[in-house]
């Protein structure tokens, strides 16, 4: 028989979660597998971006010695193309066919747009000039980089551009943190396996596919899913198992206090238990503990409890395991629709927001029901009725929570 639990407030458990000891890795990887990955090191300027002057427009280079009295002619001794060097210097009234982005010549002061020359009657090698520029249509060496400028910071989600980037000064590999491992285990004799025949008492494993893709969404990589009947053993051989390769381990069901329950048990005799009772609804049997260096996150088995325990608690964990905070964006919202239950433990529902004149309004979407999932498709946060005696007025303000990819 279970001792009777202490419940403890949101906050609590997410304080305790918070004091963990969470390990961050960083690994080298290839740049091209590195998109929406996190940075671990500084990136730096390996020399000066760009590191030679280039010309901004398809045109002519001239001198600064030659930059007077137009229209005139000018002797065309060389075409520069983008990739290419012009290897001498231009002499008297002598100019170089320039490309956009291509090498401008050591001593040419000014490239003069094409559509400012025109051609010579039967002599090619002579261009005339008709007027000057009022720029000099030269980018510097080093006018975006300087050698040793920071490109990308550490702890930035690198992305296409600035990948891009990197790859611009030749980078090939980047640093990393590295993602975590979480195995997810789904528990109840009651579930059935995709292809299945729905049978009386029997229903779909709907909270693995849910867990494994907001672990995926969120950054981390799933090395492994299990589904399993209510068995005492088989569940701590798949626990020890896959705590020695994984950095977290999520399991959903089987916390309650019922005789099948065994992850209750487990979590009583683990090494460090951190709460297994909290004061809300849905998902009061949510709970963590630490056995043998590895955090087990035990999340209800019914599906808007798994999904609000995700958020409240397993999300923020994987964000830490690359350096990062939780992307559930906290704020206070307006209450438009009224909510008419009273509860003895926060009530924590599924809603959708908007944003209008720069304040947060939500409501309530669809049910409140801790086993329907009919609107986890469309919430876009999650906000915070307090525990009372009375309903809230209408316009009341609420902790609210609002959800990443939305």
Known sequence: MLERRKPITIEEAQAKLAALDIPQQIETISLTAANHRILAVDALAAYDYPNFRRSGY??????????????????????????????????ENETARIMTGAFVPDNAAKVIMLEQT??????PEQVKIMVSANRDNITPAGAEFKTGDLLIAAGTELNPGGLGLLTAFGATEVQVYRQPRVAIITTG?????????????KIFNSNGPLIANLVAENGAIVTETVQLVDDYQLLQANLERLKATNDLVIT????????????????????????????????????????????????????????????LFA????????????RCQKVN????????????????????????????????????????????????????IPHSHDPLPLNAEVETWLLPYK
């Open 118 to 123: 025109r051609s010579v009657p039967d002599q």
């Open 252 to 311: 959903d069901g089987g916390v309650s206090v019922g005789d099948f329950d065994y992850l209750a048990t487990t979590a009583r005799d683990s090494d460090q238990l951190l709460f297994n009772k909290l004061k809300m609804r849905p998902g009061s049997v949510t709970t963590a503990f630490v056995d043998q260096g590895t955090l087990i996150i035990a999340l209800s088995g019914n599906p808007g409890a798994c999904y609000t325990g995700f958020y």
């Open 315 to 326: 999300e923020p964990i994987l964000r830490r395991f690359v350096g990062q905070t939780s």
């Open 58 to 91: 398809d045109g002519y280079a001239i001198r600064d010695a030659d930059d007077h009295d137009f229209p005139k002619e000018f002797h065309v001794v060389g075409e520069i193309q983008a990739g290419a060097t012009f290897d001498h210097e231009l002499g």
């Open 333 to 384: 919202a307006t209450l438009t629709r009224i909510y008419p239950k009273t509860n003895g433990y926060d009530k924590i529902l599924r809603g959708t927001y908007q944003l209008i004149d720069g304040q947060y309004q939500v409501q309530l979407n669809g049910s409140d029901v801790s086993g329907d999932l009919g609107n986890l498709q469309s919430t876009t946060c999650l906000f915070k």
């Open 189 to 201: 004799t009651e579930l059935l396996h995709p292809g299945d025949t729905p049978q009386p008492g």
